[in-house]
């Protein structure tokens, strides 16, 4: 049974660092792109970062670019996300999934969220 | 961005077919998939490239639609069926999500 489960949430103060983390299980890891995804309080889901297999690419959307970063330790069957300067608008519910194929392919498992607040 | 565009809810009765609607503000050739989201849960796949159905996804589900124009429908709706539906397109960059269709039961 796959199965991803996040860790790391919490509340942090504007400007600063959080790392979240996916234990991931049930599946040969190290096969599939991994991604994050974030939902915002009664809101709607936003893609937030993919990664490939190796780690060797990433991809991200512009309104996390050069903030967030997503890693992977495939010998842990692992992902992470390292957020830097967190803002307010960062506030949600974030959620690691998995891609069936390369990037271009849905979010086939996801787990059951993480919450982040950010605030003063 | 792709905005993709949802009507906010839906109102059906058990046993009717309902239809979902998602359009696109710019073609994304068949790279549109649907998500299934109860209260307090994590989404769940139920459509991938528009018309495939996902595994484990009863056959009361199916997609259609290619370029801007995409439904999910829902022929008969069960009282399980009650939650918000997401349109994902994976075509360009950035990936996005539709705001959502509520889906209750009346």
């Known amino acids: 049974e796959v199965q991803l489960v996040e860790s790391g949430g919490g509340l942090v103060q504007p400007g600063r660092s959080l790392k979240l983390s996916c234990a991931a299980s049930g599946f040969t890891f190290s096969n599939y792109y991994m991604a994050w995804v974030r939902q915002a309080p009664k809101k709607g889901l936003e893609w937030v970062a993919t990664?490939?297999?190796?780690?060797?690419?990433?991809y991200y959307p512009d309104s996390v670019k050069g903030r967030f970063t997503i890693s992977r330790d495939n010998a842990k069957s692992s992902l992470y996300l390292q957020m830097n300067s967190l803002k307010s608008e960062d506030t949600a519910t974030y959620y690691c999934?998995?891609?069936?194929?390369?990037?271009?392919?849905?979010?086939?498992?996801w787990g059951q969220g993480v919450m982040v607040t950010v605030s003063s | 961005d792709t905005v993709l565009t949802q009507s906010p809810a839906l109102a059906v009765s058990p046993g009717e077919r309902v239809s979902i609607s998602c359009r696109a503000s710019?073609?994304?050739?068949?790279?549109m998939h649907w998500y299934q989201q109860k209260p307090g849960q994590q989404p769940k796949l139920l459509i991938y490239k528009a018309s495939n159905l996902a595994s484990g996804v009863p056959a009361r589900f199916s997609g259609s639609g290619s370029g801007t124009d995409f439904t999910l429908t829902i022929d008969p709706v069960e009282a399980d069926d009650t939650a918000t539906y997401f349109c994902?397109?994976?075509?360009?960059?950035?990936?996005?999500f539709g705001g959502g269709t509520k889906l209750e039961l009346k």
């Open positions: 990664i490939s297999t190796s780690g060797s690419r990433t």
């Open positions: 710019e073609g994304v050739n068949s790279y």
């Open positions: 994902q397109q994976s075509w360009n960059d950035p990936r996005t």
């Open positions: 999934a998995r891609h069936p194929g390369a990037i271009t392919t849905p979010f086939d498992y």
